[in-house]
């Protein structure tokens, strides 16, 4: 290869790395954007997120507690970047779907962009599944727990520390955010041919066991979450099935008719 040649197949290579920058640019300063906005309401997006708790608890009078000095700041730090990175995910797919789609033939593009829909639809159903049902269950199971003291036995009273709570609900809404996304990630895996809708009926006993281990990992210790989180994965491995089925339809109609045109071509051909 000459020298003009190697120049020549790198400039691509440059531009896509420019474009590559760009994308990146504009994705870091909207998280960083709205990562100050967050801090700054930070309180009351952290009282927003107490509701679940006050909703398990029967009671709007709750108490947190913070043992170090510095703990509720990073506590609002850590806030600040789960509500950046939640509201901002619109951008930073829109960044990615503009970086890739040069490269995608039109119909690439339109079979990518549901998808690509559904993503940020789908984490947010998980999260509304957490907020609004798995929190305030998995509240009233924990303070349950709870003693009252008196005839000799010990006051166990339940201190929930600020950083402790919103780590616990955090990982509960991720949890169930990326679970949501089985459906993504199998039509993609339809869509690419890389798996059907046989393999996964095949495979279902094995999703059952994997969904409850997938639970009892991502999921506190409490057998709430662990089914709260199970339970949805298997009735989404059912909708990706349906999913892998309709993907695979379409996929032959538009063999079926391309092979028509192809033989209607053929014979106009022959009888010209």
């Given at each position: 290869?000459?020298?003009?040649?190697?120049?020549?197949?790198?400039?691509?290579?440059?531009?896509?790395?420019?474009?590559?920058?760009?994308?990146?640019?504009?994705?870091?300063?909207?998280?960083?954007?709205f990562?100050?906005?967050?801090?700054?309401?930070?309180?009351?997006?952290?009282?927003?997120?107490?509701?679940?708790?006050?909703?398990?608890?029967?009671?709007?009078?709750?108490?947190?507690?913070?043992?170090?000095?510095?703990?509720?700041?990073?506590?609002?730090?850590?806030?600040?970047?789960?509500?950046a990175?939640?509201i901002?995910?619109?951008?930073?797919?829109?960044?990615?779907?503009?970086f890739?789609?040069?490269?995608?033939?039109?119909?690439?593009?339109?079979?990518?962009?549901?998808?690509?829909?559904?993503t940020?639809?789908?984490?947010?159903?998980?999260?509304?599944?957490?907020?609004?049902l798995?929190?305030?269950?998995?509240?009233?199971?924990?303070?349950?727990?709870?003693?009252?003291?008196?005839?000799?036995?010990?006051?166990?009273?339940?201190?929930?520390?600020?950083?402790?709570?919103?780590?616990?609900?955090?990982?509960?809404?991720?949890?169930?955010?990326?679970?949501?996304?089985?459906?993504?990630?199998?039509?993609l895996?339809?869509?690419?041919?890389?798996?059907?809708?046989?393999?996964?009926?095949?495979?279902?006993?094995?999703?059952?066991?994997?969904?409850?281990?997938?639970?009892?990992?991502?999921t506190?210790?409490?057998?709430?979450?662990?089914?709260?989180?199970?339970?949805?994965?298997?009735?989404?491995?059912?909708?990706?099935?349906?999913?892998?089925?309709f993907?695979?339809?379409?996929?032959?109609?538009?063999?079926?008719?391309?092979?028509?045109?192809?033989?209607?071509?053929?014979e106009?051909?022959?009888?010209?």
């Open positions: 290869m000459s020298t003009d040649e190697v120049e020549a197949s790198s400039a691509p290579l440059i531009e896509h790395l420019i474009e590559l920058r760009r994308r990146l640019f504009y994705s870091v300063i909207a998280i960083a954007v990562f100050v906005i967050c801090f700054i309401f930070a309180n009351q997006i952290f009282n927003i997120l107490v509701i679940p708790y006050q909703w398990g608890a029967g009671t709007t009078d709750v108490k947190f507690v913070y043992t170090a000095l510095q703990e509720y700041f990073f506590t609002q730090m850590k806030l600040a970047f789960f509500g990175m939640f901002s995910f619109p951008i930073v797919a829109s960044q990615i779907y503009k890739v789609a040069p490269g995608l033939y039109r119909n690439e593009r339109q079979a990518f962009l549901p998808f690509l829909i559904a940020p639809v789908l984490f947010l159903m998980g999260a509304c599944l957490v907020y609004f798995i929190m305030p269950m998995a509240t009233r199971f924990f303070l349950s727990q709870q003693q009252v003291g008196g005839n000799g036995l010990a006051t166990i009273e339940n201190l929930q520390a600020v950083s402790a709570y919103l780590s616990l609900i955090m990982t509960l809404i991720f949890a169930f955010g990326i679970m949501f996304q089985l459906p993504v990630v199998i039509g895996l339809a869509k690419a041919d890389l798996i059907t809708s046989k393999t996964l009926v095949e495979k279902r006993k094995y999703a059952w066991v994997v969904g409850f281990i997938i639970g009892a990992v991502l506190p210790p409490d057998p709430i979450s662990q089914i709260g989180l199970a339970a949805p994965s298997l009735l989404l491995y059912e909708v990706s099935i349906i999913l892998a089925r993907i695979e339809k379409q996929r032959n109609e538009r063999r079926r008719a391309e092979e028509e045109k192809e033989q209607a071509e053929s106009s051909a022959s009888t010209s």
